[in-house]
């Protein structure tokens, strides 16, 4: 079967009940999305197919019809993605587990919205757990992240 993923083509050889998941990180090498907790209750896996965002975990591969975009799709290292940007001015990171699926909630939430509302966030970050308790620092980032992107950054 054939994914496309961060803007490339791949043809890789998997059972199509494989988890998208295991697709990416064991037949491709995208390392960003983490495996939390395989059940879709974490968001540490979170990716976006089509721009939506998606727990990788439990979506079959076969069922995958659209462009995969994982964090390691969203910037580069000398253009980071406002939400990055933004993670890092705000210092969200702790252990860092969680921070690709978060990351890739609050992307899609700012596609969505340009300039969220505290509850816009709590509902859209709702199902990314950080064992760290970052939620804080998760909010103002977004918040930053967004202002970045209203100035064109």
């Known amino acids: 079967m054939r994914l496309t993923v961060d803007g490339q083509s791949f043809d890789i050889d998997a059972d199509p009940d494989m988890p998208l998941l295991w697709a990416l990180r064991d037949l491709i090498g995208k390392t960003g999305p983490k ?3 395989g059940i879709a209750a974490c968001g540490a896996c979170t990716v976006h197919v089509d721009g939506q965002p998606v727990r990788s975990c439990s ?6 019809s659209g462009a995969v975009t994982t964090i390691e799709g969203i910037g580069t290292a000398g253009r980071l993605h406002p939400v990055q940007q933004a993670w890092l001015e705000e210092q969200v990171a702790q252990c860092g587990y ?4 978060q990351i890739m909630s609050a992307v899609a939430l ?11 966030i709590d509902n859209a970050m709702g199902g990314n757990l950080c064992r760290c308790g970052t939620y804080p620092r ?3 980032a ?5 202002a970045l992107k209203t100035a064109g950054l």
């Open 98 to 101: 969680c921070q690709a699926g």
């Open 142 to 146: 977004i918040k930053k992240a967004a």
């Open 35 to 37: 495996f939390g907790c």
């Open 59 to 64: 979506l079959p591969v076969g069922q995958v």
């Open 138 to 140: 998760i909010r103002s």
């Open 110 to 120: 700012l596609d969505e919205v340009a300039d969220p509302s505290d509850a816009d």
